[in-house]
């Protein structure tokens, strides 16, 4: 079955929205105009019930469907835009500096209120339907603000999907795979404290160079020594500031990077070996070692039988040969990750044609991927909530 009459039609109107929103990107938590454009849109579509404020600015429209009580599923899209500068030249380029939605968050919100339309409109399925919008993707962790907020044990939500468009990739083709889909993305600091001293006197001091420079090697024993081969790490030391003068041997240095890992077990195995490390070597020479580890976005891993229904989903409209159920696994981070920690789901990404990369300043969503995203939210709320 190719993509949905209904969505087609839906194209032009959905295609209005998307450069409204374009045109008036908003950073973080700070969505409030696109969430009330939701929120007014959602009205209007007469869904069932609106939740405004959780997460501090998400939204969330519950639509019921007409075959009578069952489950209830959530489908999920951002909101935010990036602090950047847009240099697309279209009509709809953003209208403040430094600010764009430059990853395509514009797209998601419209294609899924364009989902939601339609499926306010047939309602031919059982059980409900919740819509989720959420603020603060590109850093904040908005998603996981709206767990803590309690938005599943709220709309009983069992099942959870999200969507995101992918340039390179042609529009009307779908990807995803079971497991790890994204990166855990951390960061970490180690403060090495030594004695400063004469250069020419260094039996005399406690050397933060010598000893961050032996960190710095240790730490390549992580990704070498430590983690099976055959798993994913990257451990990158990218920063190392300490001193100030030819002749000075400084008290302290500070080396910076981040770690990023597609298994939950090795990202535990990766934090635990940078303390240790760090620590043990700072002993061993006297110094005083402080570890901080930021953990951001955990991995963004799919379940299994989630994956399955989302990839029957996208191939029952766009057909077989144009889904990939092997798509490469990536090293950036979503806070999706943590909507599948508290309930089984899967992500899926969306074509976007040949167009500039996401992040990019000349990046724009394209509009040509709208119908196809929009059949495959209704045609997977369809299949999961089937009488
Ligand atoms: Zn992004
Ligand atoms: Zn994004």
Redesign the pocket.
Known sequence: MPILNRAAELQSEVTEWRRHLHTKPELLFAVENTAAFVENKLKEFGVDEIVTGLGRTGVVGLIKGNLGEGRTIGLRADMDA?PMTETSGKPWASTTAGKMH??G?DGHTAMLLGAAKYLAETRNFKGAVAVIFQPA??GGGGGNEMVKDGMMERFAIEEVYGMHNMPGMPVGQFGSRIGPIMASTDEFTITIDGRGGHAAQPHKTIDPIVIGSQIVNALQTIASRTVDPLASVVVSVTKFNAGFAHNIIPEQAVLAGTVRTLMPEVRDLAEGRIKQISESLGSAYGAKIKVSYGRNYPVTVNHRQETGHALSAAANIAGENQVSDDLDPMM?GEDFSYMLLARPGAFIFIGNGDTAG??NPAYDFNDEAIPHGISYWVKLAEMRLAA
Do not use: F, P, S, T
Request: glycine share 12%; net charge negative.
């Open positions: 990036l430059a990853c968050h993707e590109e950036g996401l992040h």
